[in-house]
């Protein structure tokens, strides 16, 4: 209980206390014998600690709710906390994807770079991007692979090979399915490729 809370207590309890003096008195100046005064006041006693009994519940429900918020609000400060650690633990990851985009990527060194599992990691990726990260290096790779096809002179097996592929078979199929185009067909004026853009992480929290 903090003193504030403290505070409101004792000064509700000494009105409680002069308001009861009060009634007394005025029971007491207003009733002409004793069994008059006694028989009111029984009934004046009752309803006062009726009251009072009210009033502590009211107090007990008002300090509860503003414990609860309390509790709400620092849960809800930890939790934006921990977005925001893991947030740039994922940027940190996908940094290290682009920068080796061209490269053979490991999931156990992807996920050591944001300092935690390959399963986590991996679960954690899914919740804040909305897909898988095997699902994110494929389309990069698309992408980047589409934009060089468009823009230079290099073979369609060279291109492939840079950006993992085994064979120009499955580059080509994994490439259209994409794409909607065939590579070669990515080089003619006019040809509309698809876009998958670099993620940047951002973390809103609502209430």
Same mark, same amino acid.
């Given at each position: 209980?903090?003193k504030?809370?403290f ?13 009861y003096i ?11 014998d004793?069994?008059s005064v006694c ?5 004046y006693s009752?309803?006062f600690v009726?009251c009072?009994v009210v ?15 309390t509790?709400?609000r ?5 939790e934006k906390?921990?977005?925001?650690i ?8 996908i940094?290290y994807?682009e ?5 053979e990527l490991?999931?156990?060194?992807i996920?050591?770079?944001?300092f935690?599992?390959?399963f986590?990691f ?5 919740i ?5 990260l095997?699902e994110?290096i494929?389309?990069r790779?698309?992408t980047l692979? &589409? /934009?060089e %096809?468009?823009?230079t002179?290099?073979?369609v +097996?060279? *291109?492939?090979?840079k ?5 120009p ?6 490439f259209?399915k994409?794409h ?9 004026? &006019? /040809?509309? %490729?698809?876009?998958?853009s670099?993620?940047? +992480?951002? *973390?809103?929290?609502?209430?």
């Open positions: 209980m903090g504030n809370q505070k409101k207590i004792i000064f509700i309890t000494c009105i409680i206390i002069f308001l009060v009634g007394i008195v005025i029971v007491g100046i207003l009733c002409k004793m069994e028989y009111f006041s029984q009934i009752a309803l009726v009072g009033i502590a519940m009211m107090q007990y429900i008002i300090t509860s709710n503003e414990q609860t918020n509790r709400k620092e849960l809800e400060l930890r906390e921990m977005l925001e893991e947030k740039d633990r994922i940027q940190n990851a940094n994807i920068d080796h985009i061209t490269e490991d999931y156990g060194q996920a050591s770079v944001s935690s599992s390959p986590h991996q679960r954690v990726f899914s804040l991007c909305g897909f898988t095997g994110y494929r389309n790779r698309l692979a &589409g /934009a %096809l468009a823009n002179q290099a073979k +097996i060279d *291109v492939a090979c950006f993992g592929y085994d064979s078979e499955s580059f080509t199929k994994a259209q994409f909607g185009i065939t590579p070669s067909q990515a080089r003619g004026n &006019g /040809a509309v %490729l698809k876009s998958f670099r993620l940047s +992480i951002k *973390v809103t929290l609502e209430g």
